[in-house]
């Protein structure tokens, strides 16, 4: 029972960025744009919050600074896919390579080569509601991972239940139906990469303020492609997505504890476990035709 | 009429794109309570016309005004502002969203949606004129019919005072098209003011209160409806007198096929599609010399037959037999060394746009221009040109054949299928966006197949055109066939039926 609450605990916590990252994925997709840039706006968020916060010795001026490098970049895959409509996938990738060499770059520049990268003097510290009691492993999360779970309802709540989601929701399906409303298309389109930017500027926060308290290299390791595919998994659906990042974080608690543990199993097999997971099920989920209809497609409108 | 203060003018609206002259110097007014018919060629100007309305399109030069005072519109936002409403021909409708979310998409009037507030909002007003509309029904469940009245909706919604509509009848049943005039009338009481673009005369008789006809982007009449005939309206439209072309009247089928083997023929065919029955056991045969036509409303699975019948698709199940032979192998070439000429739906698939007009026409039988895997291009373009006068293509053999018109495509696609005399000729919506002038060249061509001795399917949309053309009617409707006729015995009003599924009138009366 203990071993469970601890996996839980550990299984929320490693779910986080994942969560909050596939969160934004989720609302610029269901406005009709893939962000390929996920993976590097995660990076250079993280970087960006922890340099903020090192200079000003302020964990929120970093978490700004994550979240502001997250809309930021939301805004330039804006530029680039709605504005200049160039092909998503080359836009998204160009962000991606251009975020991630921009932090290494600038991590040279300020650090130098040193192998032992800095650490912030404190990182955010994680709640403790229930410290004594048999839950209190489950319950003691990073301000942060109460945020991304608060924030699943409300995301579906937004899209669903709000005129701002409504239109959202629209411009993704059908982009020529929501401009003959009078909706104009590409400044949703904006707002919902600098939205979903947003989060992935939080999550970014997450990876380097709170979980690590450091920046180095390879910490985002995929999590934002992962967050591609979990939004797939989901469905496009906020609550959905949410199960699937449970998932994923479920199996990489476990397998770090099967690696404590001394599994007689070599431990790339157990690192690459949740990830062959997450392809098998989408693979098993098969063929999926809940995608917003206007995924990819730059809008035009005809004849002008 | 009362003439009254127009509520919209437009004065000596020009619109260019590039060399083409789309609107010349167009001056029209549009009245409250007043259904005017836009009449008019493909191209003569009439989609321009109402995109200037609705703000799609900006003028070059000239003048609107609304109740009197000048104004530009430089987006629908603009014109939706004004209360110009406008239903295109392809609905711009959310098939995810319901009704009501359809309806007061871009108009939420609060930040935060309540559902039951808007349904019963949506619902008021689909009552108050009549569209019968379930606020809270996904759009993509309903019939075309429905979701026209869905765009209808949405435009009433927005206050609008002045409702364009193209082509409003184009895809609807006989049946959906008179509710669609019922719902029209009690616009037009409400004080609505719409214009009906159109090229169909009879509709415009039965409806408007006045025609403004445009031809080369020009208006070169206006008439009140009453004091016009067809006649009139047809000339002005084209500019000369048109024939129509009909199947010449033949002794009834006295050679009663019986014992001959007819060029194709299909037996209890099924195919589905992800688990959705798109042709559920269609039977019939193809004679020598015979037009069969196939009627329905788009979707029905007359698609599937198509692409069944042109190897494009495999059957689940059931026969398709070319001159006594069982086809065995699904693939084009199968069906096109048989001997079967295709003329596909969707024109501009038919051909490759980046290929030359003579490398189109002779796409199916490059090999026999092959010599030693090299394609011999000067014997090519001579075949070419050969077949670009006989068809009459305006258009040189190295042209691109993107750079063609419309009915240039279809004459390239025509010329193709027909060049190797083919036994069995599949056509789907060959005139389909075609003016006048190219429609008959076609329907020519078709009947002068079938005089030839061919089999000729004619899949159409157009109730017309199936009617003039076929010596058989057969209907098809959801992946079936719900009626057969012999020319001559059917009329629109019983295919109408047909296609939405019902066999008589009665039938819906008789309780179970």
Redesign the interface.
């Known amino acids: 029972m203990e071993l469970l609450i601890a996996l839980l605990g550990g299984t929320l916590r490693i779910s986080t960025p994942i969560l909050l990252a596939a969160l934004g994925e989720t609302i610029i997709e269901r406005a009709g744009i893939l962000n390929l840039g996920i993976e590097g706006t995660l990076l250079l968020s993280a970087f960006s919050g922890f340099v903020v916060a090192q200079l000003s010795g302020s964990l929120w001026l970093g978490l700004g600074a994550a979240v502001l490098t997250g809309v930021l970049l939301g805004l330039l895959m804006g530029f680039l896919s709605v504005t200049l409509k160039l092909n998503q996938h080359v836009a998204g990738l160009g962000i991606t390579l251009l975020a991630s060499g921009l932090a290494l770059y600038a991590f040279r520049l300020l650090y130098g080569g040193s192998s032992t990268p800095p650490a912030l003097e404190g990182s955010f510290t994680q709640f403790q509601p229930l410290h004594g009691t048999p839950l209190g492993p489950l319950f003691r999360q990073y301000g942060l991972t109460y945020l991304a779970l608060l924030l699943v309802p409300l995301t579906g709540w937004l899209l669903t239940r709000t005129a701002f989601g409504l239109r959202l929701r629209a411009v993704g399906e059908n982009p020529e139906a929501a401009d003959i409303a009078g909706v104009n298309v590409a400044a949703v389109r904006y707002r919902a990469l600098a939205l979903g930017g947003a989060l992935m500027g939080l999550a970014g926060a997450f990876l380097s303020l709170a979980q690590l308290g450091a920046f180095a290299h390879g910490m985002v390791s995929g999590r934002g492609w992962v967050a591609i595919a979990l939004v797939i998994f989901g469905h496009w659906q906020p609550s959905k997505v949410l199960g699937g990042a449970l998932l994923f974080g479920f199996l990489q608690a476990l397998q770090l504890r099967l690696q404590a543990e001394g599994v007689n199993l070599p431990y790339e097999a157990l690192l690459a476990l949740p990830y062959l997971v997450t392809i098998l099920i989408l693979a098993l989920t098969g063929r999926n035709t809940a995608y917003p209809k206007a995924l990819l497609k730059p809008y035009y409108r005809e004849g002008a | 009429m009362t003439q009254a203060a127009p509520l919209i003018r437009l004065e000596g609206v020009t619109k260019r794109?590039g060399p083409l002259l789309a609107n010349d110097a167009v001056s029209l007014s549009f009245y409250e309570g007043e259904v005017l018919a836009l009449l008019g060629e493909n191209g003569a100007g009439k989609s321009?016309l109402s995109?200037i309305l609705f703000g799609?399109?900006k003028i070059d030069e000239g003048q609107m005004f609304v109740s009197g005072q000048p104004v530009r519109f430089r987006?629908?936002?603009d014109a939706?502002?004004h209360g110009v409403g406008?239903v295109?021909q392809h609905f711009?409708?959310?098939?995810?969203?319901t009704v009501a979310?359809?309806v007061?998409?871009?108009?939420?009037?609060?930040?935060?949606?309540t559902?039951g507030k808007l349904e019963r909002r949506v619902g008021n007003l689909s009552e108050r004129f009549g569209l019968g509309l379930e606020p809270g029904q996904l759009v993509g469940e309903l019939s075309v019919g429905e979701q026209q009245r869905v765009e209808i909706l949405?435009a009433l919604c927005?206050r609008c005072r002045l409702l364009i509509l193209d082509e409003p009848t184009a895809v609807l049943t006989p049946q959906d098209t008179a509710r669609f005039f019922g719902v029209l009338r009690t616009l037009q009481e409400q004080g609505v003011s719409v214009v009906i673009i159109t090229h169909k005369l009879g509709e415009v008789m039965a409806i408007s209160q006045r025609v403004a006809v445009l031809r080369l982007g020009r208006l070169v009449g206006e008439r009140v409806t009453h004091e016009t005939s067809e006649a009139e309206l047809a000339h002005l439209m084209v500019g000369r007198d048109t024939a129509q072309v009909t199947r010449p009247a033949r002794s009834a089928p006295a050679t009663a096929p019986t014992k001959v083997t007819p060029l194709l023929r299909v037996a209890d065919l099924h195919y589905s599609d992800r688990g959705r029955t798109r042709i559920g056991g269609v039977s019939f045969d193809l004679h020598a010399g015979e037009v069969v036509g196939i009627a329905g409303v788009a979707g029905n699975g007359q698609s599937e037959l198509v692409a069944v019948l042109t190897g494009m698709l495999k059957p689940d199940a059931g026969v398709v037999a070319l001159s006594g032979e069982q086809v065995a192998d699904f693939t084009p070439n199968t069906f096109l060394a048989r001997g079967v000429g295709r003329i596909p739906e969707d024109r501009f698939r038919g051909i490759v746009g980046e290929l030359s007009v003579a490398e189109n026409l002779l796409l199916e039988q490059l090999s026999s221009f092959t010599r030693a895997g090299h394609l011999d291009r000067r014997a090519l373009k001579r075949k070419a040109e050969t077949m670009i006068t006989a068809y009459g293509i305006k258009a040189r053999p190295n042209d691109r054949a993107r750079t063609l018109s419309g009915g240039n495509v279809q004459k390239i696609i025509l010329a193709r299928a027909l060049a190797r005399d083919p036994k069995v000729v599949i056509a789907a919506q060959p005139t389909r966006g075609l003016d006048v002038g190219a429609t008959a060249y076609v329907q020519g061509k078709l009947l002068e197949q079938a005089a030839r001795g061919a089999g000729v399917l004619l899949v159409s949309d157009d109730l017309d055109e199936i009617l003039r053309l076929s010596d058989r009617i057969l209907v098809m409707f959801r992946g079936g066939l719900s009626g057969s006729f012999s020319a001559g015995e059917a009329d629109a009003d019983t295919l109408g039926l047909r296609m939405a599924g019902r066999a008589e009138p009665e039938e819906a009366h008789v309780p179970a």
């Open positions: 794109f321009t995109k799609m399109v987006s629908p936002a939706i502002a406008f295109s711009s409708l959310v098939p995810t969203f979310e359809n007061v998409l871009g108009r939420e009037g609060s930040a935060v949606l559902r949405k927005g």
